[in-house]
């Protein structure tokens, strides 16, 4: 008998409880488990064939499957929501959950005041759902769809990703000057945390206290811009769109509530956004561009990308090369060659800021960086550590152009933002005017106690989980 004979709607407990002969054994499986309280991942047994992709990529890439004794861990699996067993499934059989109808709900209330902000990568991925090249940017064509969706407001997450890099980066300088716990490791991608948190929890005090960009711009879109707007925190539907799984988990952490409540109420990821808009008859690439609405509508290149493996690592050195020396960083420092590329781990010397860096992509090679480190054989200031091969643009939402994804699409994806970044009006975060504004209203500075209440975040030791 097949497994998915007898994966009905049952969790994980009763599945194995169920096939104690065969299911026991981790070798004996040959697709993921995916527990039915899973936030991000969903599974359909009738159209499992059972090739074993979900396993290999859950293995090799991430370092999570085969990390862990299901007879300790009482048959529940370890999943760190990154989505890329749905990425190279041929047959969606794993598959993002869906958030579209409570999206769709919440727009149809007259009562619901409901926003929609944008990750940086997505502009450059969506269009390959509609025929169009990967890395061709259809920002504008997002903005449209989405008010025709309904979205009341339309914001651009590179407005938080530019506030990420200056509370991280602050972070950063003032863990050196006052030799607080290092290395820092960068915090923004959610699925990098909860591995850290479960397999690594020794690193919990080196991971950056910053909320990412979509933790930050859900905790203002509920605070200032409600105040901004006359509009009740609690009447605000907040929605992400994004090219990240792990995300639907990050949003139902406690720690990233605001005063009790939820700074970001559901998650869309690409591929859900482009099956929406084909079941309305949408296409955008045939919309006139619109811009995003004001007070959050504004990123900078460094924001951009931030979806590129190594673009969080570049952002943020920009901003700490203005704090640290009080000038802006030379133009040969905007396209900081040493951190860009595609090794699963590269490292750099930033002689500027006195700095050992590293880049990593893929949490299997981040346990190899760790191992390093664990064992004295490397040392650095600043570690960027993204989950998926590439970075965000590379994420468990983003469309399926290749199965499995290939480095060809990520490519074309990584040069479509970096060709934002080199034509952006303005490229450092701390320039970024919208949060110029934002830290002279409301948070006065980074680091201050309100930034702190409302911008960073706490972490909790997963290892428990393990057995």
Request: with cysteine; net charge positive; aromatic share 8%.
């Amino acid at each position: 008998m097949k497994r998915r004979d007898f994966i009905k709607t049952t969790g994980a407990a009763a599945l194995f409880a169920a096939c104690p002969r065969r299911c026991r054994a981790a070798d004996d499986i040959e697709h993921v488990i995916v527990e039915l309280s899973n936030p991000a991942i969903a599974y359909s047994p009738g159209k499992c064939e059972e090739c074993g992709d979900c396993l290999a990529v859950c293995k090799d890439e991430m370092g999570v499957w085969g990390s862990f004794d299901l007879t300790k861990t009482k048959s529940r699996p370890i999943c760190i929501h990154c989505g890329q067993c749905t990425a190279v499934c041929k047959y969606a059989a794993v598959t993002a959950r869906p958030e579209q109808k409570a999206v769709a709900t919440a727009i149809a209330d007259p009562d619901v005041f409901v926003t929609v902000s944008t990750a940086p990568s997505v502009r450059v991925s969506l269009g390959e759902c509609f025929g169009a090249d990967p890395g061709t940017n259809v920002e504008g064509q997002i903005v449209a769809a989405l008010r025709k969706l309904g979205a009341n407001a339309v914001f651009d997450t590179t407005f938080g990703a530019d506030l990420t890099v200056t509370e991280e980066a602050s972070e950063l300088l003032r863990r050196v000057k006052e030799k607080r716990v290092l290395p820092q490791f960068t915090s923004c991608c959610p699925a990098w945390v909860k591995f850290a948190e479960t397999f690594y929890p020794e690193f919990i005090p080196n991971l950056s206290t910053a909320k990412s960009p979509i933790g930050m711009q859900g905790s203002v879109i509920k605070t200032w811009f409600a105040n901004k707007r006359g509009l009740a925190p609690k009447n605000i539907f907040n929605v992400a769109l994004t090219p990240c799984t792990a995300k639907k988990f990050e949003i139902r952490r406690p720690e990233m509530e605001v005063d009790g409540a939820r700074a970001t109420d559901a998650v869309l990821t690409v591929r859900e956004l482009a099956q929406w808009l084909k079941q309305a008859g949408i296409n955008p690439l045939t919309l006139a561009p619109e811009p995003y609405d004001d007070l959050m509508g504004r990123g900078s290149g460094a924001g951009v990308i931030f979806g590129n493996t190594g673009g969080v690592m570049e952002a943020a050195l920009r901003t700490a090369h203005f704090y640290a020396t009080g000038q802006n960083p030379p133009a040969a420092f905007l396209d900081y060659a040493p951190v860009r590329g595609m090794g699963g781990v590269r490292s750099a010397r930033v002689e500027a800021l006195n700095l050992n860096v590293a880049i990593v992509h893929g949490t299997a090679n981040a346990r190899k960086l760790l191992a390093k480190i664990k064992a004295g054989e490397a040392q650095y200031d600043f570690i960027e550590v993204m989950a998926c091969r590439g970075g965000c643009i590379g994420g468990g939402g983003q469309p399926r152009t290749a199965i499995p994804p290939t480095d060809a699409v990520r490519q074309a994806r990584i040069k479509g933002l970096y060709t934002l970044d080199t034509g952006a009006a303005k490229r450092l975060s701390h320039e970024n005017p919208q949060v110029q504004t934002l830290y002279k209203d409301f948070f006065d500075a980074p680091l201050s106690e309100k930034a702190h209440r409302l911008l960073h975040t706490t972490y909790t030791d997963r290892s428990p989980d393990l057995g």
